[in-house]
């Protein structure tokens, strides 16, 4: 059972966009499934009062991680197209802050809180723990998690509202083996406690 949401939490949504759901540029296995999960969980945050941060990945044409620079991955969240959108069901607030990462062109920023100074913004709100989904699992996910944990947060992995990419088979439950090492909650329940 998880434990309720209260003053000194925060929901870290990342990266519910277009490109990393089914028909997407970067396709995340049944990636769509996260967003009736942290629809709920947008909810019981709103209901308790607490902030609301949903990074996005935010890449200019000519990202160095795509594949024609060398990079890892096929072309995807390119600034102000559908893919770069969320995904359209995502019942994100007008009071949701919005982190944009992997701006520059000639550098990866994974992670929600790499130089995006979402630490900053969260210690200002007096945040303490961090209750976290999205995409992808073994991708910024991770890397979300550990820095937050790295910031001094304590992180809650709601793991029914996340999924892995699994470029190569097992990366999605290595990352969830760093993750629970570096010291994060993994938590299986879907739903917030009431
Ligand atoms: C991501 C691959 C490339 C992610 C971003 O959001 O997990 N994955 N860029
Ligand atoms: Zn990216």
Known sequence: MTERLARGDALLIVDVQND??????LEVPGGDAVVP????????AREA?????????????????FVDRGGPWPPHC????????FHPDL????EAVIISKGTDPGRDQYSAFDDTGLAKRMREQG???????????????????????GEGFAVHLVQPATRP??????????????MREAGAIIEEEPEPAP
């Open 20 to 25: 990393f759901c089914p028909g997407g540029a």
């Open 37 to 44: 999960v942290l629809n709920r969980w947008i909810e019981a």
């Open 49 to 65: 009062r607490i902030p609301i941060y949903a990074s996005r990945d935010w890449h200019p044409e000519n990202h160095i991680s």
């Open 78 to 85: 390119i600034q102000n197209t559908q893919g770069a959108a």
């Open 91 to 94: 019942q994100l607030p007008e």
């Open 127 to 149: 945040v303490q723990r961090v209750w976290t989904g999205g995409l992808a699992q073994d991708v910024c996910v991770r890397a979300s998690v550990l820095d937050g944990l």
């Open 165 to 178: 990419v699994d470029v190569n088979p097992g990366d999605g439950e290595r990352a969830l083996a760093d």
